[in-house]
């Protein structure tokens, strides 16, 4: 059988994104709607400042309002629900995206739960789950939302096969399976308790991976001519034990890759799968909201 072909993230976010470009040139002549999203950052977490860094600068390059605001780490929740409250009255934001993890005398769940459910552009707010669950429009998490895109692209329609999902967090498994369920897939969502996950993930057609548990899926575990998304993105020593030795590392995911290539029909890599699609998908997630806060359609051309 020949290797896996590599469904490219990179690349298909990156088309995304010019296309959302596109919409918001369209929108800013024609309605005079520029979509707005503000970044909330507290504290000085190195992996936070990253993403915060490109979410800013990829919105700006969309043609987006953007906006950061970065706090001390010893901010307090009253500050913070206050900024929160702030950007909720905001007409000229549209998405607010408070970046996790938060310092030990905020709890996120309170955080999260105060902002408008119409502007929380992570898809995080209990209201858009439950939007979700029951089919209506909601604000989907960014990195379900990538996974259903690169699965659509690469299968065209998913309706009948065959998914397994494993993992079942909020932010990823339960939206996936949700997802993957309104486009008519069977869906199983496994985990670690699992009886026998091996063959449970041997009958997907469609394998999602959302452990973060370095190459625990092993090629065995694949369907041949299956379709594998890696949502893992996980840290291991270098190969070269002299390198390891200097507590270098590399990025790996919670699929085997080498294995699984050889087996699966198409696949995501890591890094360079999923991970470009995050950011891509939270420009996606503030144009929609735009839209609909305006009371305009969302651009066909960038719909999931």
Partial sequence: MAEARIIDGKAFAATLRGRIAGAVQRLRTEKGLVPGLAVVIVGENPASQIYVKNKGEQSREAGFHSVTHRLAEA??????????????????????????????????????????????VDGFHVVNAGRLAVGLPALVPCTPLGCLMLL???LGDLRGREAVVVGRSNIVGKPVAQLLLQADCTVTIAHSRTADLQAVCRRADILVAAVGRPEM???????????????????????DPALAAQGKSRVVGDVA????????????????????????????????AACRGAGVPVPDEVGA
């Avoid at 090629?219 to 379709?227: R, V």
Wanted: proline share 10%; net charge negative; glycine share 8%.
């Fill in 75 to 120: 901010t307090t929740q009253d500050d913070l629900l206050r900024l929160v409250a702030q950007l909720n009255a905001d007409p000229a934001i549209h998405g607010i995206l408070v970046q996790l993890p938060l310092p030990p005398q905020i709890d996120a769940m309170a955080v999260l739960a105060a902002i408008d459910p119409d502007k929380d």
């Fill in 257 to 288: 890759f080498e294995e699984a290539r050889m087996v699966a029909g198409a696949i995501t890599p890591v890094p360079g799968g999923v991970g470009p699609m995050t950011i891509a998908c939270l420009l996606l997630n503030t144009l929609t």
């Fill in 152 to 154: 659509k692209d690469a």
């Fill in 217 to 239: 899926v092993r090629g065995s575990w694949i369907k041949p001519g299956a379709t594998v998304i890696d949502v893992g993105i996980n840290r291991v020593p270098a190969r």
